[in-house]
């Protein structure tokens, strides 16, 4: 890959990773890493399309372009410094003892401070640079627009003094923050949670070594373009007339009029931006929040727009409970060993000597039956029987079975016989006598239902 396509390419890549880790800093309100984001997927966004727009071309096809887009690089110039300060400056209050929970207007105070640092500051600076501006930009081959610069002493205030103040300033809130968490680093978890801070231990790690990286990065960077812009010397500001005499003019410098030093500096500056953002995003992309929120993207991803099933379905699938038989009812249920066909078998019917009543085997007692019995109730028939005590008449025992029809809260005493007379006893133990039954058909009608009744 070329340097002319490798330049686009990183750059707009690296403008999209940055953004990965943005829904995490958003919920956070962490306004100074939100910050970094705007500004580094700004530069890179502009860095990719000039690299596009001028490769092997040194035209000025986009002046108005041109003109935002170079007073955007001379704000982030001190953007970015003031952005590691502000993350710093809060890392270090959060890790001292001088204030124990933040309130409200705490965080409010911080959101504004924060605010006017990362984008204040900067927008005065990229207004304080017409001062110092000779012409309307410089446009170099295969970088686009450059914003133009009169290197005199009210330039080095203007475009390089404050991005190295804030850098110093950074470089001694780190320090302190460290210091803050060696000295707690077995308590500094339930510190972080009793702050009310919405970070943890390694969220804050993650951001000091974030915010000391970019500041080691920036500050060589700066102080590699001052010394090579001032290796020529300063000039002399004399007024404002000479310096901003013919404002309008654009210089065009194509690449075979670069020496090779300024071109490799040119380089290194430029290819900072897509580094940082590189940088960025190792820092953040990899956290636990961005992992939950790559997860929620790709199953929003296979459900709404595949329509396919969420790829953690076969785990909730796998997890449904699992209905087992209790022991006590396995171990209620006899053994083949403990059953005898013959004897646990139903008593088969023989018909009566006396003709009108019947007469069955009485169940077996014991041991047995109560398995019979125990084996019945785990699998119940159709009909759902079961065997109350015998009926007695007049010496014979009848085992009939109980029928739900009947079941009414009436039994029967005694069988009717062609010289006795039918008793019906309720469960409250009082008794009525029937009248005698004086035809045949009624003598039937009752030999009918005993006869169902088995």
């Known amino acids: 890959m070329t340097m002319a396509l490798s330049m686009p390419v ?43 727009v001028w490769r092997n071309r040194v035209l000025n096809y986009a002046p108005v372009w041109c003109d935002i887009t170079t007073k955007i690089i001379i704000g982030s110039s001190s953007a970015l410094p003031a952005c590691t300060l502000c993350v710093c400056k809060h890392l270090e209050l959060v890790a001292s003892t001088r204030v124990v929970r933040l309130t409200f207007v705490d965080k409010r105070r911080r959101m504004i401070f924060e605010t006017v640092m990362c984008f204040g500051v900067p927008a005065v600076l990229m207004a304080l640079h017409y001062v110092v501006q000779g012409h309307r930009f410089d446009i170099v081959e295969e970088v686009g627009c450059e914003p133009a610069t009169y290197y005199s002493v009210p330039a080095i205030f203007v475009v390089w003094f404050v991005p190295l103040l804030f850098a110093v300033i950074t470089m001694g809130y780190a320090a302190v923050a460290f210091y803050h968490f060696f000295q707690k680093r077995l308590s500094f978890a339930k510190h972080l949670a009793n702050s009310d801070s919405s970070l943890s231990t390694n969220r804050y790690l993650r951001l000091m070594a974030m915010a000391v990286t970019e500041m080691i990065w920036g500050t060589s960077l700066t102080t590699v373009t001052l010394v090579g812009n001032l290796a020529n010397g300063l000039r002399v500001w004399d007024n404002w007339a000479d310096v901003h005499s013919d404002f309008s003019r654009v210089g065009m410098f194509p690449t075979v009029l670069l020496t090779s030093t300024y071109h490799s500096q040119l380089m290194l500056v430029w290819w900072a931006i897509p580094v940082s953002a590189y940088l960025f995003f190792l820092f953040f992309g990899f956290g636990s929040e961005p992992m939950q929120d790559y997860r929620r993207g790709v199953n929003f991803v296979r459900c709404k727009i595949l329509r396919l099933a969420p790829k953690d379905s076969k785990k909730l699938m796998g997890s449904l409970p699992v209905v087992r038989p209790h022991c006590h009812a396995l171990q209620s249920i006899p053994s083949l060993n403990m059953l005898d066909d013959k004897e646990d078998a139903l008593p088969s019917y023989s018909p009566p000597k006396g003709g009108a009543a019947l007469s069955m085997s009485p169940s077996k007692s014991g041991a047995q039956s109560e398995h019979a019995s125990t084996f019945l109730d785990i699998e119940p028939s159709p009909r759902d029987v079961a065997f109350p005590p015998p009926i007695t008449t007049h010496g014979s025992h009848l085992t009939t079975c109980r029928r739900p029809e009947l079941d009414h809260g009436i039994t029967i005493e005694d069988l009717p016989t062609p010289d006795s007379t039918p008793v019906l006893s309720s469960p409250l133990g009082s008794s009525a006598a029937l009248p005698e039954l004086q035809s045949r058909n009624t003598q039937m009608a009752m030999e009918s239902n005993v006869a169902e009744m088995v």
């Open 10 to 52: 990183g750059a707009f890549i690296a403008a999209a990773l940055v953004l990965v880790p943005l829904p995490s800093h958003w919920r956070a309100r962490n306004v100074a890493t939100l910050a970094i984001i705007a500004w580094l997927f700004t530069l890179n966004v502009i860095y990719g399309v000039n690299s596009i």
